[in-house]
């Protein structure tokens, strides 16, 4: 493997993607999954298809369109329930399926041959570039800045965000900073693992951290290194049995969990 | 002395009255308990005093400076949510002005210290919220309010789903903290409401009734009388 990594640029970028992405979604996964944003995040992914398409018809980068229809999804999610007795489940809904529509619609309009939507929908790490590998070290970075430098902020407003509110923090500013760090970690790993299959990435390592944690910090922690074993691992099977790379990352995942799960009660039980 | 006046408020919820024209006062050092039915607008007025909602009219005065300690239903919470017990009482320490790596003082850390021990929490303190009874959630929660040095602490049926053991020790925290400041209690507890007579309002979308049992003054609102 490591032979292969040297050999080829295009295997040393999905190495380093796998491992940016998988720090982005320790952190953000963490968030999403105790804030229980997960639905809310399937919504904010699949938005983005819009923006995508929406990229191709103007001949822009389709990700900088994903990026915009992702945030102003999830800010729009939030003002809306916040001013509207709408549900913000039924929201998540609407936005989901009107951005898949966009989607769908702006690429029909795209003149020329139709492009291959299959990366977005279900990403190919294989694929990635070294300017895009450039970006997602700058996003992993500011995560990691942003939630090492506010965390006991991060930390008050995940379990009772009323209550900092009371004390006089702003909260609308830690939601705001919160929702765009969630679309902009969402859009990035579209490229690794697609729309379809992101919300995966956000939530099974952390899942299987769960179980050998309950410190907020650690989750984090845990659940990057399982997400870069867990991506590194799928990457690898992509490689050698040619399947899709978004694919086996996920198979990989829930096989870790599905194995770590077992074995950590036998543990506990031999402990006691 | 009044330390907080509530004059005239109304609170709609998207067309829907929570509250009509409550006119309330808090006495400093006062033990203030409100009652009444559930969906009654009890949790609306707390809040508003709080400032998290707003009054579609009228307005609360208050006192200049007065520190408020809240305390929410210790069953509003994801019991499962990784936080340990010293960290959910030094949250009330927190500063309100965000700042990248920010720490809390020495002081900050010796005034949970001292909460902790006050309250008997000392062999809790490294637990996992999810690992608590309800009693001792909700007694970590007055900890978390008790350390923003509070001169008045609102509390939302603190007692609700408690045994008898537990409420006791509850009210015992809340009268030792009533001997100098002041407290309000929404509670559905009648029968300790019975067993120390004070100032009491029922609340039904407005204050049905306000009465102090202890003088036994009784003021009634729009001639209802329960």
């Known amino acids: 493997m490591i032979g292969v990594l040297i050999e080829y640029d295009f295997m040393r970028n999905a190495f380093y993607s796998a491992l940016l992405s998988s720090v982005i979604c320790g952190i953000i996964g963490t968030i999403i999954v105790e804030k229980k944003l997960v639905s809310m995040s399937g919504g904010i992914a699949h938005t983005s298809f819009g923006g995508i398409g ?11 369109g994903g990026v915009g229809f992702a945030v102003s999804a999830a800010l729009g999610i939030a003002s809306i329930k916040r001013r509207t007795s709408t549900e913000a489940d039924t929201l998540i809904g609407m936005f989901w399926a009107v951005g898949m529509a966009l989607g769908v619609i702006f690429i029909a309009l795209t003149p020329g041959y139709p492009p291959d939507m299959t990366t977005y929908l279900f990403g190919d790490i294989l694929t990635v570039s070294s300017r ?31 209550y900092l509110k009371i004390l006089g923090i702003n909260t609308t500013f830690m939601e705001y900073l919160l929702y765009i760090s969630i679309s902009v970690g969402i859009v990035f790993l579209i490229k690794v693992v697609g729309i379809v299959l992101s919300i995966a990435m956000l939530t099974i390592p952390i899942a299987t951290a769960k179980i050998f944690s309950r410190d907020l910090g650690r989750i984090m922690i845990y659940s990057t290194l399982i997400g870069s074993i867990t991506s590194i691992g799928g990457m690898w099977f ?35 | ?26 006495v400093d050092k006062e033990f203030l308990s409100i009652i009444g039915p559930n969906g009654g607008g009890k949790t609306t007025l707390i809040k508003t005093i709080l400032g998290l909602v707003k009054p579609s009219s009228g307005i609360v005065e208050i006192k200049k400076g007065l520190r408020i300690g809240y305390v929410p239903q210790h069953t509003k919470f994801d019991r499962n949510f990784p936080i340990s017990v010293h960290d959910v009482i030094i949250t009330g320490r927190i500063k309100p002005k965000i700042r990248m790596f920010s720490r809390y003082s020495e002081e900050d850390k010796r005034l949970t210290d001292d909460i902790i021990e006050r309250l008997g929490l000392e062999t809790l303190k490294n637990r996992q919220i999810g690992e608590l009874s309800g009693g001792q959630l909700q007694k970590v929660l007055i ?37 100098d400041k002041a407290v309000i209690l929404v509670t559905h507890d009648i029968e300790y409401l019975n067993n120390n007579k004070r100032h009491v309002v029922l609340l039904n979308k407005k204050i049905i009734y306000s009465g102090d049992s202890r003088r036994n003054n009784h003021e009634h609102y729009h001639g209802e009388r329960t």
Not at chain 1, 134 to 154: G, H
Not at chain 1, 239 to 266: D, E, F, H, K, Q
Not at chain 2, 15 to 22: I, N
Not at chain 2, 143 to 166: Q, W
């Open chain 1, 54 to 64: 929406l990229g191709f018809l103007l001949g822009i980068e389709p990700l900088i």
């Open chain 2, 143 to 179: 900890a978390r309010a008790l350390v923003t040095e509070p001169d008045l602490l609102i509390l939302d049926e603190p007692t609700a789903n408690l045994d008898a053991e537990n409420k006791n020790e509850i009210y015992k925290i809340l009268h030792k903290f009533n001997e």
């Open chain 1, 238 to 272: 992509s490689y050698m049995y040619n399947i899709p790379s978004g694919a086996s990352i996920i198979m990989v995942s829930i096989l870790v969990y599905a194995l770590t799960y077992p074995v950590s009660r036998i543990i506990s039980k031999k402990r006691v």
């Open chain 2, 1 to 26: 002395m009044n330390i907080i006046d509530i004059n005239n408020i109304s609170v709609e919820y998207f067309g829907t009255k929570a509250l009509e024209g409550v006119c309330l006062s808090i």
């Open chain 1, 132 to 162: 895009f590998v450039k970006i997602l070290a700058l996003t992993a970075f500011m995560t990691v800045l942003l939630s090492i430098s506010l965390f006991r902020y991060l930390k008050g407003y995940l379990f009772d965000e009323e």
